[in-house]
């Protein structure tokens, strides 16, 4: 039997907890009465992490345990409530026990990976390191294995089977979409004949895998969505006197698009350090005022909590599954991974092979405290879907100059042009939805 561990916001702390999470006080808050445009700086590319925390199971072999033992659940418990619409009904998932799945190795695998881009269209260019000509694929060839337990393989057809008639939806930046675009190829593959629709918007695109074809004389009716929405900060941004105001208390205006969704997983951060021409507001308020800048990690502690009250007050733990990604890392400082080295390089460009051993090569930073400490605070039975240390070993899997948004004369710069926040498709963030069908469906 597959078995796992189960991170929530009431699990005892993990090793890591002892770190001091205070946070610091805001800086430059400066009245809007004699406002200034920011001094554009470079955007700060940070990596985090997680450790899961983990609950003990201790098997005695009586008859009673057994009866209990059969009786456990991930987070939400499975009710059959026949008023419920089709489309909020619990969703169903099977036993569970004791396995660390975030800590772990990367293992080669000649059967991976399990779609090829050529065969999947909705792959946007900026993840399609193939069509751009990454000359190597070894990086395609690598399977998460987690310290005490395999995974199950990703399984397209169970995926659309359990979850049909079922809302899926990605809310944040373009990690999310980087994973949300992962999972529809991943499904697809393995229902070729299925009939499907995209529906491209912005902040919500939805692709929707709808009726399989007749096929000796049977048909399945599937139902599923799968959406992104964009919403990086998650708490919303308005255009104020031609001016984008980020709003740390305020949420509704990107929240009512969550409401219908049975999944929610969301992931936040790298864009709260962003500054200059990446910084994505002009103004932000809290309490009441307005300042230009603030100390980001306040900022990032206040728009948290306000999805979390959120979260809080208007989700059903019966019908509605929460889902919190841990931060990507980014690979822009070689020294990170290989200590003394003397290359000049500034990125990941020529990395081809992932970090060995089990340990985060980085420094905890501090987003990931105050990340932590939101979701500790919950009332609402959320899950940490912790991708962080095992992503921070594939320095060798994102797109660096083998991507459709770079020019041929930024491609022979890779120092000031390598994109080594992203991922390339196929690769890690499949990784990332085998993780998270497996702690959505076992």
Same mark, same amino acid.
């Given at each position: 039997?597959?078995?796992?561990?189960?991170?929530?916001?009431?699990?005892?702390?993990?090793?890591?907890?002892?770190? @001091?999470?205070?946070?610091?006080?805001?800086?430059?808050?400066?009245?809007? !009465?004699?406002?200034?445009? =920011?001094?554009? @700086?470079?955007?700060?590319?940070?990596?985090?992490?997680?450790?899961?925390?983990?609950?003990?199971?201790?098997?005695?072999?009586?008859?009673?345990?057994?009866?209990?033992?059969?009786?456990?659940?991930?987070?939400?418990?499975?009710?059959?409530?026949?008023?419920?619409?089709?489309?909020?009904?619990?969703?169903?998932?099977?036993?569970?026990?004791?396995? =660390?799945?975030?800590?772990?190795?990367?293992?080669?695998?000649?059967?991976?990976?399990?779609?090829?881009?050529?065969?999947?269209?909705?792959?946007?260019?900026?993840?399609?390191?193939?069509?751009?000509?990454?000359?190597?694929?070894?990086?395609? !060839?690598?399977?998460?294995?987690?310290?005490?337990?395999?995974?199950?393989?990703?399984?397209?057809?169970?995926?659309?089977?359990?979850?049909?008639?079922?809302? #899926?939806?990605?809310?944040?930046?373009?990690?999310?979409?980087?994973?949300?675009? @992962?999972?529809?190829?991943?499904?697809?593959?393995?229902?070729?004949?299925?009939?499907?629709?995209?529906?491209?918007?912005?902040?919500?695109?939805?692709?929707?895998?709808?009726?399989?074809?007749?096929?000796?004389?049977?048909?399945?009716?599937?139902?599923?969505?799968?959406?992104?929405?964009?919403?990086?900060?998650?708490?919303?941004?308005?255009?104020?006197?031609?001016?984008?105001?980020? !709003?740390? +208390? +305020?949420?509704?205006?990107?929240?009512? =698009?969550?409401?219908?969704?049975?999944?929610?997983?969301?992931?936040?951060?790298?864009?709260?350090?962003?500054?200059?021409?990446?910084?994505?507001?002009?103004?932000? +308020?809290?309490?009441?005022?307005?300042?230009?800048?603030?100390?980001?990690?306040?900022?990032?502690?206040?728009?948290? !909590?306000?999805?979390?009250?959120?979260?809080?007050?208007?989700?059903?733990?019966?019908?509605?599954?929460?889902?919190?990604?841990?931060?990507?890392?980014?690979?822009?400082?070689?020294?990170?991974?290989?200590?003394?080295?003397?290359?000049?390089?500034?990125?990941?460009?020529?990395?081809?092979?992932?970090?060995?051993?089990? =340990?985060?090569?980085? #420094?905890?930073?501090?987003?990931?405290? #105050?990340?932590?400490?939101?979701?500790?605070?919950?009332?609402?039975?959320?899950?940490?879907?912790?991708?962080?240390?095992?992503?921070?070993?594939?320095?060798?899997?994102?797109?660096?100059?083998?991507?459709?948004?770079?020019?041929?004369?930024?491609?022979?710069?890779?120092?000031?042009?390598?994109?080594?926040?992203?991922?390339?498709?196929?690769?890690?963030?499949?990784?990332?939805?085998?993780?998270?069908?497996?702690?959505?469906?076992?």
């Amino acid at each position: 039997m597959l078995s796992f561990t189960c991170t929530q916001h009431n699990t005892p702390k993990s090793s890591h907890s002892s770190i @001091s999470t205070k946070i610091p006080s805001p800086f430059h808050l400066l009245p809007t !009465k004699t406002l200034n445009q =920011a001094t554009p @700086s470079s955007p700060m590319a940070f990596s985090s992490i997680f450790r899961p925390f983990t609950s003990t199971c201790i098997c005695i072999l009586s008859f009673n345990f057994l009866l209990l033992a059969s009786s456990a659940r991930l987070p939400h418990p499975i009710h059959n409530h026949g008023d419920i619409p089709r489309h909020k009904e619990p969703i169903r998932q099977s036993n569970h026990s004791e396995c =660390a799945l975030f800590m772990g190795s990367w293992v080669h695998d000649e059967s991976y990976p399990i779609y090829k881009a050529s065969a999947c269209p909705i792959i946007d260019p900026e993840f399609n390191c193939q069509m751009y000509g990454r000359p190597d694929s070894d990086y395609l !060839k690598y399977r998460w294995r987690p310290a005490n337990c395999e995974l199950p393989r990703f399984d397209g057809l169970e995926f659309l089977t359990k979850m049909k008639g079922k809302k #899926v939806m990605f809310v944040g930046d373009s990690l999310g979409r980087n994973q949300w675009e @992962s999972l529809i190829c991943m499904t697809w593959s393995a229902v070729p004949q299925v009939a499907t629709k995209m529906i491209r918007g912005d902040p919500l695109s939805t692709f929707k895998f709808l009726v399989k074809r007749f096929t000796d004389f049977n048909y399945s009716d599937y139902e599923v969505d799968v959406s992104f929405y964009r919403a990086p900060y998650l708490v919303d941004i308005v255009a104020v006197d031609g001016r984008r105001v980020l !709003k740390l +208390e +305020e949420i509704t205006k990107n929240a009512r =698009a969550w409401m219908t969704a049975d999944v929610l997983l969301f992931n936040t951060g790298h864009w709260w350090s962003h500054k200059g021409a990446l910084q994505g507001w002009d103004l932000i +308020e809290s309490g009441g005022s307005v300042y230009e800048d603030m100390n980001r990690l306040v900022a990032l502690e206040t728009g948290l !909590k306000t999805w979390a009250r959120w979260v809080d007050s208007n989700m059903d733990t019966t019908t509605t599954r929460i889902f919190f990604q841990s931060i990507s890392p980014t690979h822009y400082n070689p020294s990170e991974w290989s200590p003394g080295a003397t290359s000049i390089g500034k990125s990941c460009y020529g990395e081809t092979s992932p970090m060995s051993g089990s =340990a985060y090569p980085g #420094v905890y930073p501090d987003q990931m405290k #105050v990340i932590d400490t939101v979701i500790r605070e919950m009332q609402y039975p959320t899950y940490v879907l912790d991708i962080t240390t095992l992503s921070a070993m594939r320095k060798d899997a994102h797109p660096s100059i083998y991507t459709g948004d770079l020019s041929p004369g930024q491609r022979a710069n890779p120092d000031h042009a390598a994109d080594c926040s992203h991922w390339c498709l196929p690769g890690l963030p499949d990784t990332w939805n085998q993780l998270f069908y497996t702690a959505l469906l076992f």
